[in-house]
């Protein structure tokens, strides 16, 4: 007997689920079948593929080896699959130009698009949000995956449809040997004597919603406006803070604070035109890969794991593609 196409998928879904049941219900098979197809790979390999018990399944040694390659395979036939598709089409373009600003997931896109899709894929990045749109509404990109504050949102009637990727709090980063450095959580208020510096211009969304969540905490901020190296380094210094993606790495010197009660937020959408060469099932598959690279990647540094503990209830990304999503508290 051979290992079938399906019994390396029930065995990568196994191993990514940690349980039969949670297996069937992600490939929509009964669990019986589930057994059925395991039973079959383990006859095929020889050996047992996982250790079962009440608690669920966890991978032999030659499980980790055969789910390694699964993942391999099933990877490289995916491609193919969204390559035929393509072919068989012809809608798709041989690469898919995206307009970005500056974000963690961004760095995903290199190997999200070519899994789903099948082709290559360019990105270009800017700060400023509204000048993204601006490119994917004159059809000079495909697509856009846009961090914004207090939107961004397209036009109405620009025939561009969203779908919100993750809803995140910001943090904000401080000097190392700063006076709240070592708190869990901190009140926006504590910081009203504090320099802001932040990248964006003095009218961008950004600066306005940092404006806007220190006037409701009763200050206005200083702000002042540097470019990433000098924003670090005056940090780094302690002569400035910074508003900070939660899952940004940490960096010498420096120290990342959560606030309290989440006054600042930062919301990250897929953006692309609804009768553009981009089918929607296609994009759909894209949302989901942002999606796990967001809880897998971006969400795994020690500060905002241990905030996602303290909140369980914030949700940071939307069970569904939807185009307006908020999270719980």
Same mark, same amino acid.
Request: proline share 8%; aromatic share 4%.
């Given at each position: 007997?051979?290992?079938?196409?399906?019994?390396?998928?029930?065995?990568?879904?196994?191993?990514?689920?940690?349980?039969?049941?949670?297996?069937?219900?992600?490939?929509?098979?009964?669990?019986?079948?589930?057994?059925?197809?395991?039973?079959?790979?383990?006859?095929?390999?020889?050996?047992?593929?996982?250790?079962?018990?009440?608690?669920?399944?966890?991978?032999?040694?030659?499980?980790?080896?055969?789910?390694?390659?699964?993942?391999?395979?099933?990877?490289?036939?995916?491609?193919?699959?969204?390559?035929?598709?393509?072919?068989?089409?012809?809608?798709?373009?041989?690469?898919?130009?995206?307009?970005?600003?500056? /974000?963690?997931?961004?760095?995903?896109?290199?190997?999200?698009?070519?899994?789903?899709?099948?082709?290559?894929?360019?990105?270009?990045?800017?700060?400023?949000?509204?000048?993204?749109?601006?490119?994917?509404?004159?059809?000079?990109?495909?697509?856009?995956?846009?961090?914004?504050?207090?939107?961004?949102?397209?036009?109405?009637?620009?025939?561009i449809e969203c779908a919100v990727v993750a809803v995140e709090p910001l943090f904000v980063s401080v000097a190392a040997g700063h006076r709240l450095a070592g708190a869990s959580e901190i009140?926006?208020?504590?910081?009203?004597?504090?320099?802001?510096?932040?990248?964006?211009?003095?009218? /961008?969304?950004?600066?306005?919603?940092?404006?806007?969540?220190?006037?409701?905490?009763?200050?206005?901020?200083?702000?002042?406006?540097?470019?990433?190296?000098?924003?670090?380094?005056?940090? #780094?210094?302690?002569?400035?803070?910074?508003?900070?993606?939660?899952? /940004?790495?940490?960096?010498?010197?420096?120290?990342?604070?959560?606030?309290?009660? /989440?006054?600042?937020?930062?919301?990250?959408?897929?953006?692309?035109?609804?009768?553009?060469?981009?089918?929607?099932?296609?994009?759909?598959?894209?949302?989901?890969?942002?999606? #796990?690279?967001?809880?897998?990647?971006? #969400?795994?540094?020690?500060?905002?794991?241990?905030?996602?503990?303290?909140?369980?209830?914030?949700?940071?990304?939307?069970?569904?593609?939807?185009?307006?999503?908020?999270?719980?508290?």
């Open positions: 007997m051979e290992l079938e196409f399906r019994h390396l998928r029930v065995v990568r879904a196994i191993a990514d689920n940690g349980t039969l049941t949670a297996a069937a219900a992600e490939l929509g098979m009964t669990q019986p079948s589930v057994t059925e197809a395991l039973r079959r790979a383990e006859r095929a390999t020889g050996a047992p593929l996982f250790q079962r018990d009440a608690h669920g399944a966890v991978p032999t040694p030659l499980g980790e080896v055969v789910t390694a390659h699964a993942r391999t395979v099933l990877t490289a036939m995916d491609r193919l699959d969204a390559a035929t598709a393509r072919h068989h089409s012809g809608t798709l373009p041989p690469s898919v130009r995206f307009g970005c600003t500056p /974000s963690l997931l961004v760095a995903n896109l290199t190997v999200a698009v070519p899994q789903v899709m099948g082709i290559g894929v360019e990105v270009r990045t800017g700060i400023d949000p509204a000048v993204q749109l601006s490119l994917l509404a004159d059809r000079r990109v495909e697509a856009a995956l846009v961090v914004g504050n207090l939107g961004p949102r397209p036009a109405d009637g620009s025939g009140d926006l208020c504590e910081l009203a004597d504090e320099v802001w510096c932040v990248a964006d211009g003095p009218r /961008s969304e950004g600066v306005e919603h940092l404006r806007q969540g220190c006037q409701r905490a009763g200050f206005t901020p200083r702000i002042r406006q540097a470019d990433y190296t000098t924003a670090f380094q005056l940090c #780094e210094l302690a002569q400035a803070v910074l508003p900070m993606m939660p899952g /940004s790495r940490r960096r010498t010197g420096q120290t990342l604070v959560p606030l309290r009660d /989440s006054p600042l937020r930062q919301r990250t959408c897929l953006f692309w035109h609804a009768d553009g060469p981009l089918p929607r099932s296609l994009v759909e598959r894209l949302w989901k890969e942002l999606v #796990e690279a967001q809880h897998g990647i971006i #969400e795994q540094t020690p500060v905002y794991q241990a905030w996602l503990v303290r909140h369980p209830r914030w949700g940071t990304t939307p069970p569904e593609m939807v185009a307006e999503y908020a999270p719980g508290a």
